[in-house]
């Protein structure tokens, strides 16, 4: 299959690169560093255990809204807070037989990409994947997990394709037939680890070290849960806290998106994640103050970027 994967950030670049092993892979970033840098080095992984492989084969490159390439899949890897951007400017790419997966953090995103491609197309998926770069189109993988994939529109045939696809680069793969509930579970750890982290700036594992940070989490959670029993779907609380404390263990030498987001002094995702909780709160009138704190939290230091050194 010949794939178009809408950035080129850690995550972009380890889908990427395992793809490539069976696919044609296309790169598309705003960055001409990261570009250039794919074009003429590919992209490397390096691996918890000290393996590393650099990806040549099969991978190409372009900077967004350049690519003319016509794609079977479209991979949505793009942070959500640049989504609108990165769909008008790659808008060609979207035919009227491409299948379209996005795999980014936050709720609502394919919303947002049915304005530019068939509904029915597109598949919503999540990872528990980990990873971050630690130059350009340099890649350090920091915890494996697996891709679920699901469809709001019946979408079996592109299922099969897309699981078929993800499988063959040896990516565990589960098709899901309760997406939302998938996508509130990924949400779940999101809002619980990711603004905490980068607030703190610490590794993944502290949020179940800590008895502090972790009480934070919880009430973070617990407002969440609330949120989505309002919406129409239950979970066990205990589960819930159960599965992210897994995913913390898993996870324990990784570090959040959001924190890497704040080394690198740029805008995070905190409101298609803690603040679509928020929002979505106002709907049914569940208070949410937890949620709402680090919201107003985070954009505090987005706002001090300026100050840091």
């Known amino acids: 299959m010949k794939i178009i994967i809408v950035g080129a950030g850690a995550m972009g670049c380890l889908y990427g690169a395992f793809?490539?092993?069976?696919?044609?892979?296309?790169?598309?970033?705003?960055?001409?560093?990261?570009v250039d840098r794919i074009n003429s080095q590919g992209i490397v992984v390096k691996e918890e255990n000290g393996e590393e492989k650099n990806y040549k084969n099969n991978i190409s490159a372009y900077i967004s809204g350049e690519c003319d390439e016509k794609a079977d899949v479209v991979i949505?890897?793009?942070?959500?807070?640049?989504?609108?951007?990165?769909l008008e400017q790659n808008k060609e790419l979207f035919q009227e037989d491409t299948m379209v997966l996005t795999l980014q953090n936050g709720a609502g995103n394919d919303?947002?990409?049915?304005?530019?491609?068939?509904?029915?197309?597109?598949?919503?998926?999540?990872?528990?994947?980990?990873?971050?770069?630690?130059?350009p189109a340099v890649v350090r993988h920091t915890g494996s997990g697996v891709t679920t994939i699901g469809s709001n529109h019946h979408a079996d045939e592109l299922l099969k394709k897309l699981d078929?696809?993800?499988?063959?680069?040896?990516?565990?793969?589960?098709?899901?037939?309760?997406?939302?509930?998938i996508?509130?579970?990924?949400?779940?750890?999101?809002?619980?680890?990711?603004?905490?982290?980068?607030?703190?700036?610490?590794?993944?594992?502290?949020?179940?070290?800590?008895?502090?940070?972790?009480?934070?989490?919880?009430?973070?959670?617990?407002?969440?849960?609330?949120?989505a029993e309002e919406d129409g779907t239950y979970f066990d609380r205990r589960q819930v806290l159960e599965s992210v404390k897994q995913t913390c263990k898993r996870l324990e030498h990784g570090y959040s998106s959001m924190y890497q987001d704040r080394k690198r002094k740029i805008k995070t995702e905190i409101d298609v994640i803690n603040g679509a909780i928020v929002e979505q709160a106002k709907l049914y009138g569940v208070p949410v103050p937890y949620n709402s704190l680090i919201v107003d939290?985070?954009?505090?230091?987005?706002?001090?970027y300026e100050y840091y050194e």
């Open 183 to 227: 996508i509130w579970d990924k949400l779940f750890v999101n809002l619980s680890i990711n603004a905490f982290t980068a607030i703190a700036q610490t590794p993944i594992s502290y949020m179940i070290e800590d008895k502090y940070a972790w009480n934070f989490a919880k009430r973070l959670i617990y407002e969440a849960i609330e949120v």
């Open 297 to 304: 939290l985070v954009h505090a230091i987005e706002g001090a």
């Open 111 to 135: 919303r947002k990409i049915e304005r530019y491609a068939r509904k029915e197309n597109i598949i919503i998926g999540t990872s528990k994947h980990n990873a971050f770069s630690e130059a």
């Open 164 to 181: 078929g696809m993800l499988k063959e680069s040896s990516l565990e793969t589960l098709v899901s037939d309760d997406i939302q509930r």
């Open 76 to 86: 949505m890897f793009v942070k959500s807070t640049y989504l609108e951007n990165a």
């Open 19 to 34: 793809l490539s092993e069976k696919n044609q892979v296309i790169m598309v970033d705003t960055s001409r560093t990261v």
